[in-house]
């Protein structure tokens, strides 16, 4: 499986004004390359969510896309904290967003569950105070 990336975007800590700009930009990256709009929608979901995890979560870090005939593969990777409990980081509602972060509408623990709904395959890698891989495969 032949891919090319697509999409590099570096991610700031706490940039909630820049939230969204890799999604929008994935988005229309793919209608350029004729993807279905259905898929479009799914991937745009799990890039989001991923943006806006480093957004909230880490220290920074970056979001890239790549594409094959067969799938779009997004790639989240953070300088941060890690993840302490993978298994509860799943569990809808759950979220150790801030009290400030949940108060400008964000943080409400459905993150992780949104990339696992929407992707064809997940694989996460978090090691505490290194930071969290993320690459959430999208089939086409």
């Known amino acids: 499986m032949n891919e090319q990336e ?3 975007k570096k991610i700031e800590k706490g940039d909630f004004q820049a939230g969204g700009e ?3 930009k994935l ?3 793919l209608r350029k390359l004729g993807v279905e709009s259905a898929l479009i929608r799914k991937i745009t979901i799990v890039t989001y969510e ?3 995890n480093i957004i909230i979560h880490s220290l920074g870090g970056e979001i890239r896309a790549l594409v094959s005939d067969k799938a779009v593969r997004v790639i989240a990777n953070d300088n941060g ?3 302490d409990n ?3 980081a799943f ?3 759950y979220s150790t967003a ?3 972060v949940r108060e400008m509408g964000f943080g409400a623990g459905m993150g992780l569950n949104n990339v696992e709904h929407y992707s064809d395959k997940l694989k996460v890698e978090s090691n505490a105070d290194k930071g969290t891989i993320i690459q959430a495969i999208v089939e086409l």
Request: net charge negative; aromatic share 0%.
């Open 86 to 88: 993978l298994k509860k």
């Open 50 to 52: 991923l943006e806006m």
């Open 22 to 24: 890799a999604s929008s």
């Open 98 to 100: 801030s009290d400030e």
């Open 27 to 29: 988005k229309d990256l």
């Open 91 to 93: 569990q809808p509602g």
């Open 6 to 8: 697509i999409l590099a």
């Open 81 to 83: 904290p890690g993840i």
